[in-house]
Each structure stands twice: as C-alpha cells, then as structure tokens.
C-alpha cells in the first residue's frame, strides 16, 4: 500500500509541475487563450467562434481588460496571444525577453480606423487634428470654439490601460494629458453608448462599434479636406488616425497555435475582420506578414 501511495505521489508531483512549467497551450497543445484589446476582443472571440466551428479538438479562450494588461499577460506567460490595438513598447520587448528569454513575436492581423464619435444632432461634420487636442486637452471648452453650437463640450474617452487610449494620446493629443474632466470607461462600446445619449459629447474608438453616433471626418491641417474613416482610406493609409491590430507572441508560434495565425491571415480568416466591421489587410500586406 505505501509502495502504491508512494508512485501516485510521484505521479501528481510530475503532473504538478508539467503544467506550473509550461506554456498556456503547450500541455495539450488543444488550448489556446488570447487577452487584451477591449478594442479587439469582439473580433478576437468572432475569430475563435470561427475556428472551433471548423477544429473542434481546440478550444479557445478569448479575454479583453485592455492591450496593456494583454501585454502584461504575455510577459509574465499568463497567455499564449496578447491582442493590442497599440505597438508594443521597447520596455515590453525587453521585459518579455528578460523573463522568458524569448523574442517578441509581432503579427499586424487587421485595420483600423480610430473613428471620433459625436451624437447623431451635433451639426459638426468634420474636425483637424489640432481642434481634437484642443478639445481633449481642455484648450476648447465649448463647441462654438470649434464651429459648433454654444454647448460645454462633454470628454468621453478609454481608461489607460487602453491600447487606444495609449494610441489617441500619442497621435491626437501628440503626448499631452487629457483634460481631468474626460469622462474614463472600460471599452469602446461604453463610449458609444454614452456619445449616443449626449448631444454635447465626444469620444473615440474602433470604427467597428459605430452604432448609434455619428462619425466626423478628421482634417490633418485646416487648409486640407476632411477624411471619412472608410476601407479604402484606412487601406492607403490616408485617415488621419489609420492604425494597425496586433497580435503578439512569445517566440515563433507552432502547432496548433501557428495554425491558428496562419488562418486568421488567411482570405477566411480576413473575411471574419468585414464581418466584425474592420478593415482586413490588403494583400501586399498579408504577403509581407505571412510567413
């Protein structure tokens, strides 16, 4: 009898530290999970829903929280994808090589274009980028400043935790804070549903969520045309504040999980970025990150 408890121990002991020891999908190979992006995560558990529909011996698990906390997972091999909306930082790279000693593995999986969300009656149909840090960074206060009505502007924006709050401050506010009084909520569809029920609000998000609000063309300078946030212009490159999704690993992905990259950058796979509402990636594009 102790002889049998002896070997059982030994037995959950290498069980115990198979799976302390391994990477999230590796103890299988069948389990995958992805995290980060509120941004993303609709069209991360689309992608998924998909997949599994077709390989029902892997299971996928899709989680939001923010690219940051994503990133986070990532480093610390809490997650087999981190989903971001913004670049990885050199101070990730390198905090993901130092504690994992493995290289980051950068994968632009779609489009997007950050749209700039007002209420359905805001007369306004188009802003510059200049007029947007006004707004965002207290400098304008009331529409009239920026050729609408006589109305205190209302902030709505992304917690920091935020792939596009990261991207919006560095591209729109050009690294300035955001005025105190923006109004901080947990993902894209929590903007639009607040824009949706202010006539004196603003926000900003993935173009995917629009619903219910109006979208305003962004001007790069005053004296140029404004810009809608519509596929061909996020394709070329020529709204303003275009921008790539990421998906980011730790080392080069294989099994299962390679065959899950190689589906998502597949004309199946970039079918599920139309259907969600963004922008798939031009075929130059998925023969330069395709390999």
């Given at each position: 009898m102790k002889k049998i408890l002896a070997i059982l121990g030994i037995f959950s002991l290498c069980i115990l530290m198979g799976t302390i020891g391994s990477a999230p999908a590796a103890a299988q190979g069948q389990n995958i999970s992805i995290k980060g992006s509120d941004t993303m995560v609709l069209l991360g558990q689309r992608w998924a829903e998909n997949y599994m529909k077709k390989n029902s011996s892997v299971t996928i698990q899709v989680t939001g929280g923010g690219s940051g906390v994503g990133l986070a997972a990532l480093i610390n091999g809490t997650t087999d994808i981190a989903e971001s909306s913004r670049p990885m930082k050199d101070t990730e790279k390198t905090q993901l090589?130092?504690?994992?000693?493995?290289?980051?593995?950068?994968?632009p999986v779609a489009l997007d274009g950050l749209a700039v969300y007002v209420h359905d009656r805001n007369p306004l149909t188009e802003l510059t980028l200049e007029q947007l840090k006004k707004i965002y960074t207290g400098a304008a206060k009331n529409w009239k400043d920026v050729g609408g009505n006589d109305e205190r502007i209302i902030l709505y924006g992304r917690e920091n935790s935020s792939g596009t709050y990261a991207y919006f401050k560095e591209h729109v506010l050009e690294n300035a804070d955001y005025y105190p009084t923006t109004q901080t909520l947990p993902g894209t569809a929590a903007v639009i549903n607040a824009v949706s029920k202010d006539t004196r609000g603003i926000g900003y998000g993935g173009i995917a969520y629009l619903k219910g609000v109006k979208a305003l063309k962004v001007k790069k300078t005053a004296s140029t045309p404004g810009v809608e946030p519509t596929l061909e212009n996020v394709q070329k490159n020529i709204y303003p504040i275009s921008r790539f999704l990421y998906w980011y690993l730790a080392g080069q992905p294989k099994g299962q999980i390679k065959n899950l990259?190689?589906?998502?950058?597949?004309?199946?796979?970039?079918?599920?970025?139309?259907?969600?509402?963004?922008?798939?990636l031009t075929a130059e594009m998925l023969a330069k990150y395709k390999k």
């Open positions: 090589q130092q504690k994992r000693s493995m290289a980051v593995v950068e994968l990259t190689d589906w998502v950058l597949s004309k199946e796979g970039q079918s599920v970025v139309e259907d969600v509402g963004y922008y798939p």
